[in-house]
């Protein structure tokens, strides 16, 4: 038999039972508490992606479909220039996006866009997949490009119209511009004829567009033109309101046919205004009178719009004039100075002045007079040449 001596012992927690009771839970306790921080960690990550994902998703959301309701429409052009890029930075610039590489990455996801040049009509703070849209639709199938040539009549406009859209009658046309339901800055008060008052350009008509609001824009332009060439002041200065200069500018257009003698016709028509001498002004026999009558015929027509039966202005202009006759009648040229050759058969005291005008060449160039004797024989070298 072998005698242990106790004292030698040595003691070891393993023995006791409490203790190594209380050892293994406490082990393992420790062992299990970084799995419950990992996944606490796990879930917050979870939770904060799942909160920034929605912040996201709403900021997205915001610039794709920005808060508030689209504003008017308004023209965006693109040239055979451009590119995505060039696009999308003026649609941001003009405010028709509210942001390029969100714009970028909304196209790239829908389909891509393939670019036609020509003019669009787009809304401010609108859907980018309605911009899209539209900028995926050719200008031809929703527009359609009409020219006016200036001179033209609101007939011959609403014939022009009618044949470039048959959608849109002329009747209609004629009535919106005649009945006064398409107001104008410088309208006199007693007319509603929109004559004159009638940018004659080439507008992108869009199939939306009705009558009325296509006469809209046309009078718009003339007062936008208008008042580039400061109509409103300049002529206060020469006597005159801007619809009595539209009038002249009308009587302008329908004579010159050459762009030199616009401003010269406009110095005859202000100098036979001051002398109350009748303009005599041929085109404006021809307005709104059956064009298969002779001359003759015209001139013993009683009509307002006879300038040889009566003296002053027509009371409406009798075309839609352009720019350059507006400026020719805000701009007449000075008369002729001592040493033109119509001023040397005048007496020394009498004034010389642009005071007749008769065609001079096939080209439609006129010749113009001081006297009525020049006059008469300006017109007899018209004869000969065959013009008159």
């Not at 709403?58 to 808060?67: H, S």
């Not at 829908?110 to 859907?127: A, M």
């Not at 004629?174 to 410088?186: C, I, P």
């Not at 005071?355 to 001079?360: E, F, G």
Request: net charge negative.
């Amino acid at each position: 038999m072998t005698f242990v001596d106790e004292t030698a012992w040595q003691s070891d927690p393993w023995d006791d039972p409490d203790e190594t009771d209380a050892l293994v839970i406490e082990r393992t306790r420790r062992q299990f508490r970084p799995v419950k921080w990992l996944m606490f960690i796990v879930c917050y990550a979870a939770l904060a992606g799942v909160v920034v994902a929605g912040a996201y998703g709403l900021w997205y959301t915001q610039k794709v479909n920005p808060a508030g309701d689209p504003g008017a429409a308004v023209n965006f052009t693109v040239t055979d220039d451009d590119t995505f890029e060039t696009v999308a930075q003026r649609l941001y610039d003009e405010g028709l996006i509210s942001d390029i590489k969100v714009f970028d990455f909304y196209v790239r996801q829908n389909g891509g866009l393939e670019l036609t040049p020509g003019y669009y009509s787009i809304r401010p703070n609108d859907h980018m997949g309605n911009v899209m849209r539209i900028l995926r639709t050719p200008p031809s199938e929703t527009y359609t490009k009409v020219t006016f040539p200036e001179g033209y009549t609101i007939e011959r406009m609403a014939a022009r119209l009618a044949d470039e859209m048959p959608r849109l009658q002329a009747v209609d046309f004629t009535n919106g511009a005649t009945d006064g339901s398409v107001e104008a800055d410088w309208l006199p008060a007693g007319i509603n004829s929109l004559e004159g008052l009638l940018f004659p350009d080439t507008y992108q008509i869009s199939n939306g567009e009705s009558e009325r609001e296509v006469l809209q824009r046309m009078v718009d332009l003339m007062e936008r033109v208008g008042r580039q060439e400061d109509i409103e002041q300049r002529s206060a200065q020469i006597g005159f309101t801007p619809y009595q200069v539209l009038i002249i500018a009308s009587l302008i257009e329908r004579e010159a046919k050459v762009p030199e003698d616009r401003a010269k016709i406009a110095r005859v028509i202000y100098n036979r205004l001051f002398f109350g001498v009748p303009l005599q002004i041929d085109a404006s026999l021809y307005y709104q009178q059956d064009q298969s009558l002779s001359f003759s015929q015209l001139k013993e027509i009683d009509s307002p719009y006879n300038t040889y039966l009566y003296s002053g202005l027509p009371p409406t202009p009798i075309a839609n004039p352009g720019r350059a006759s507006i400026q020719a009648a805000l701009n007449p040229v000075a008369n002729p100075s001592i040493g033109d050759p119509i001023c040397r058969d005048l007496a020394e005291d009498e004034p010389c002045l642009y005071m007749y005008y008769v065609i001079a060449d096939e080209e439609g160039r006129h010749v113009f007079a001081a006297t009525y004797e020049q006059h008469l024989a300006n017109i007899e070298e018209a004869r000969r040449k065959g013009l008159l």
